[in-house]
């Protein structure tokens, strides 16, 4: 299974076509190119239930929510899908975004945690942050995802002291990784295999994190 070059010609074309009109002529097109996708994204899916437990997969719309955007073109130029992984007890999630020009890249991790789930984390590793350190140093683990992005605040958080020794941990605001593709990669027989190694590798943080956002300081249980 694989993705295959009319999905990344289309997009480019509908950049240059952003409307309604063109989008209209070509939907039948569209809808091929969706319908194969998706196909992918599940295949995607399996192999992730082959080493995790995901009970949930959400492809999103291709029409853009464009009322409070400056940006007025009708359509997104890519696929997007999020895996989920079955809560309580297991936390965190993959993203698969697929775009022409080199913009495809695979992200796991906690987009927008919640206030609980964010205190929780920054009040880890302001006790201790050994265990993420050594996650985030490994070699294996280091080669494929790199280190954290995302956004954070200037200083610290309200509550925690910007000297803290662990405040670049702390002040992060999105604890996220992400993984980029080129086109050629994408379309290769062996992207699939790749976007699964990659997705596995993370689990030594999953496995902390879930760990973490399911005890209280003190190692209680709150499931």
């Known amino acids: 299974m694989k993705i295959q070059k009319e999905t990344l010609d289309f997009f480019k074309n509908l950049e240059k076509n952003n409307d309604r009109d063109w989008f209209n002529e070509h939907k039948p097109e569209f809808k091929k190119i969706e319908k194969e ?13 082959e080493h995790d437990e995901v009970d949930k997969l959400k492809m999103f719309r ?6 409070f955007s400056k940006n007025k073109a009708p359509y997104k130029t890519h696929f997007g899908g999020s895996f989920n992984r079955a809560k309580p007890k297991l936390r965190g999630g993959y993203y698969l975004h697929i775009q022409p020009n080199n913009e495809s890249f695979i992200a ?8 609980a789930d964010l205190l929780r984390i920054r009040k ?6 050994t265990e ?17 992005v995302g956004d954070e605040v200037k200083t610290a958080p309200k509550g925690f002291s910007k000297d803290h020794e662990n405040i670049d941990l702390i002040k992060k605001k999105q604890y996220i990784f992400v ?7 994408v379309l290769s027989d062996g992207f699939i295999e790749d976007v699964n190694k990659s997705f596995k590798a993370i689990r030594p943080y999953f496995n902390y994190m ?4 399911t005890t209280d300081l003190n190692g209680v249980s709150l499931i």
Do not use: C, H, Q
């Open 210 to 213: 879930s760990d973490v956002l």
């Open 62 to 67: 291709i029409y853009r929510d464009v009322r």
């Open 124 to 129: 880890e590793f302001e006790m201790d942050a």
């Open 179 to 185: 993984k980029k593709y080129t086109d050629s990669e």
């Open 132 to 148: 993420i350190r050594a996650i985030l140093k490994d070699k294996t683990f280091n080669s494929i995802w790199g280190d954290f």
């Open 37 to 49: 996708v998706k196909v992918f994204y599940n295949s995607v899916l399996k192999t992730l239930n």
């Open 108 to 115: 796991t991790g906690f987009w927008e945690p919640s206030p």
